[in-house]
């Protein structure tokens, strides 16, 4: 009997791109980190399925929706984007409404779907699920309870033992795992935010973050501390059975141009 292909997604996370190109984020040129992740991709993962972009995708710039998409659409793969603390919402909905980088809610692929939530809450950097976010999750499992389900956002929604990152998480995460709780078809909780890789579980479901293309921190730390080790993204590989395999990639050191090191200055 022949063996269904799994599904193979990426994450990528937290880009902060600004309007003017090479802007820097803790000394980190963006554009450098994202170029150096995005040929890393082409390299090793030249044929997914789509990818999933948790937020951040600007820093706190409205008009770099379109440098965004400038740089995502060449990967000629679906790109579902979803926002976080240093983006806009609003403005993220109109820019990439259609074409194959967009804010879609609810992803379904072959056996699996995808949940995409807004975790941001207007004026500060802590994450909130509004209940017409509750609302929707609740609704689109309840609808497909066959479907193996990913839920993506931008916060963690569970504290991740870095302190200064502990104050930024979902503030009501216990409302999202009293949803979830409910459907037993939730594989998986995938998130940003965090600028770290990390991985943990909450009974079966997996709980995963990836690194950002820009900047790292060092997970564990009271206050933010830069990690210098470079950016990277996570690979999935999601199996019609519902099991799930991943991994985080990293850009080569000897790879990464001078500028998307941090800079003295
Ligand atoms: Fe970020």
């Known amino acids: 009997m022949p063996i269904a292909a799994p599904l193979r997604v990426l994450q990528v996370t937290d880009l902060h791109l600004k309007t003017q190109p090479g802007s820097r984020v803790w000394g980190v040129d963006v554009d450098a980190g994202l170029s150096a992740v995005l040929a890393h991709i082409r390299e090793k ?3 997914v399925d789509f990818i999933l972009a948790t937020g951040d995708l600007v820093g706190d710039d409205p008009e770099a929706y379109t440098r965004v998409r400038q740089a995502l659409e060449p990967l000629d793969v679906p790109v579902h984007c979803l926002p976080g603390n240093h ?3 609003a403005a993220l ?4 409404h259609d074409g194959p980088v967009r804010w879609q809610r609810h992803v379904v692929a072959g056996d699996w779907q995808f949940v995409l939530l807004d975790s941001s809450f207007p ?3 802590e994450g909130h699920l509004a209940p017409g976010e509750l609302a929707l999750l609740d609704t689109v499992l309840a609808m497909d309870p066959e479907r193996h389900a990913m839920i993506c956002l931008h916060h963690n929604p569970v504290p991740i033992d870095t302190p200064w990152l502990d104050t930024m998480t979902v503030g009501n995460g216990e409302a999202l795992f009293a949803v979830l709780d409910r459907y037993p078809q939730v594989r998986a909780v995938v998130w940003g935010h965090i ?3 990390f991985s943990g579980r909450r009974g079966a479901v997996h709980l995963l973050a990836a690194p950002a293309t820009c900047v790292q921190f060092k997970p564990g730390t009271p206050e933010p501390q830069v990690d210098e080790r470079p950016p990277g993204y996570r690979w ?3 199996h019609p059975d519902g099991r799930l395999e991943t991994g985080v990639e990293r850009v080569e050191p000897s790879r990464m141009p001078a500028s998307a090191r941090r800079a003295s200055t």
């Not at 909905?93 to 990439?96: C, P, S, Y």
């Open 93 to 96: 909905g109109r820019r990439l």
């Open 123 to 125: 004026g500060t950097p």
């Open 236 to 238: 999935f590989e999601l």
């Open 45 to 47: 993962h030249p044929v």
């Open 195 to 197: 600028h770290a890789e």
């Open 87 to 89: 983006d806009f919402p």
